[in-house]
């Protein structure tokens, strides 16, 4: 018996997947794809990610006991820790590992999944998470310099010594990173963070000089269907901004497959906006990140990279549906990688479910007292944080099944637009009306307009069956085309509950529960209804 035990061992070693005492191997998590819609699966099942982003400055273990109270109170399933290189290689080619090793012990402790961000090179643009060692010295790590040769707040993505200090630092992570987690309590990676550069639309030392007077790479012209020329003759205004995409987009690529050679968890990049409705010129935003008008040279750049998630911090209703839509695409998993903490935020995730995404992410979630007021709540409390976790209480527990319903491209969601007009979907032969600040008996609207805050979600099970739940909505059925003549009825609505997947009935609504259309409120609700015809 002890013989079989030691060879075991051997093989795991071998393999190197010795599992720490205690823990199961499980599935790598894998973002699959079909017919230009997405799916994570996690532990081998569909997974929807009901995230949570702890503050920037959050990744010590002295904070972390107020980070897990605020992970409590929104009730979401992953945590978004940063890893900083400064934390994981203070001096250069000494890794420290301890906060990564503690932090995942107190994450399965908390029965949440993990998702690292890599904060290396490029944290909002800026090198502000290098190591001393990297950001004080610009002669081998350069800097970003402008028309005048000033630099800029931003290395350049076009160093050698920073892609090999950088790729060197995220291998040992990931390398460390497969050692410790067999289980994967982490189930994807995102590297660095907000890329590009403010101020200067691109590189422009002698070596970028060069580079852009040349001839575009043919992998991007492959990919944009290009014939040969030089960034300037092909791309014309928008020359300086692809070029400096293009070569931020290798650089990450070339990190991340680095470190998915040796742990192949899914990694994707976050993206700062621009004004999805007026994006200028002149570029205010973030110049060679994967903004909207970038993301054809970014997919082309890095093939790796799994998927391009917007940091959506618009509270509007017209440019934040905008941005789903632009970050919807069947080349890429829509995944909100930061969204404001504020009330407005949280009936977004509605939406975003109804562009099949695979994960919202609230940002600022911790009880550190650090708030980013404006962009997100001025106050980060229990109450800020009520409104998402109403919803991922609603929500959580069917998240599997909503996000196997997603992948098959039977959930639908909308959420409420700034003006509360109703929305309407047409699903088969029905037509569903969304309508918002309705008393839940009649047809009269409150005359206190509540701030919009509603949502609703429904996934069609089978032709005249439909799975129904909302927050301050009511949703009504009726036929997209009827003949002459012919009404609408319930066969049943059924209120129920789901526990892991599994449905239970609560009880049939009937009467004033049904004469008005399905009225939702703050309550946990969920519905499945079968609809007929007279
Ligand atoms: C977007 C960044 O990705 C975050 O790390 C953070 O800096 C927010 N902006 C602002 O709080």
């Known amino acids: 018996m002890k013989q079989v035990r030691q060879w075991a061992v051997w093989v795991a070693l071998a393999l190197g997947v010795l599992v720490a005492p205690g823990a199961r191997a499980e599935p790598l998590p894998r973002l699959i794809s079909a017919h230009g819609r997405y799916e994570l ?166 070596r970028a000089d060069r580079l852009f007077d040349g001839p575009v790479p043919r992998r991007l012209r492959r990919a944009l269907h290009l014939g040969p020329g030089t960034w300037r003759a092909l791309f014309g205004s928008k020359a300086g901004e692809f070029f400096h995409a293009w070569n931020i987009g290798r650089f990450v690529e070339k990190v991340a497959a680095a470190g998915q050679s040796v742990d192949p968890l899914p990694m994707y990049v976050n993206a700062a906006l621009r004004d999805p409705l007026h994006p200028g010129p002149p570029i205010t935003y973030e110049s060679g990140g994967p903004t909207d008008d970038a993301l054809g040279v970014w997919k082309a750049a890095a093939p790796d990279i799994a998927l391009i998630g917007p940091d959506i911090y618009m509270p509007d209703s017209a440019r934040y549906l905008r941005v789903l839509q632009l970050y919807h695409r069947s080349d890429n998993a829509l995944f909100v990688a930061e969204t404001g903490n504020a009330a407005p935020y949280a009936r977004y995730l509605f939406a975003a479910l109804g562009h099949q995404a695979i994960g919202f992410d609230p940002f600022g979630i911790d009880f550190t007292g650090y708030v980013n007021y404006p962009l997100g709540a001025r106050v980060v409390d229990a109450a800020t944080l009520a409104p998402f976790a109403l919803e991922y209480r609603l929500v959580r527990p069917m998240q599997s099944l909503l996000a196997r319903l997603s992948f098959a491209g039977r959930l639908h969601g909308v959420a409420e637009l700034d003006d509360e007009r109703p929305q309407t979907l047409e699903l088969g032969r029905w037509q569903v009306k969304v309508t918002y600040n309705m008393p839940m008996f009649g047809t009269t609207p409150f005359v206190r307009r509540m701030k919009p805050v509603g949502g609703a979600l429904i996934a069609q099970l089978g032709p005249d069956e439909f799975l129904v739940t909302g927050i301050h909505a009511r949703v009504s059925f009726s036929l997209a085309r009827p003949r002459r003549g012919e009404r609408v009825q319930y066969v049943r609505v059924v209120q129920g509950r789901y526990h892991d997947g599994v449905w239970n009935f609560i009880r049939i609504w009937n009467g004033d529960q049904t004469d008005w259309g399905l009225n939702f409120t703050a309550l946990q609700q969920v519905l499945h209804v079968h609809l007929a015809t007279y």
Request: with cysteine; hydrophobic share 40%; net charge positive.
């Open 41 to 206: 699966k996690v532990d081998g099942k569909p997974y929807l990610v009901l995230g949570a982003q702890v503050n920037n400055s959050s990744n010590y273990r002295s904070m972390l006991p107020q980070v897990w109270p605020a992970m409590r109170a929104i009730d979401a399933n992953t945590i978004f820790m940063p890893i900083a290189w400064e934390q994981l290689e203070p001096r250069e080619g000494q890794f420290d590992f301890s906060f990564l090793d503690h932090f995942l012990r107190a994450a399965r402790r908390h029965h949440l999944h993990a998702i690292l961000l890599w904060f290396g090179t490029w944290k909002n643009g800026g090198p502000g998470y290098t190591p001393a060692w990297v950001k004080l010295d610009n002669s081998r790590f350069p800097r970003v310099v402008n028309r005048d040769g000033d630099p800029m707040p931003s290395l350049s993505p076009l160093a050698h010594a920073t892609l090999a200090a950088d790729r060197r630092a995220f291998v040992a992570l990931m390398r460390h990173l497969k050692a410790i987690d067999p289980q994967h309590t982490v189930i994807m990676v995102q590297v660095e963070n907000e890329t590009g550069t403010y101020g200067c639309v691109r590189d422009y030392s002698a």
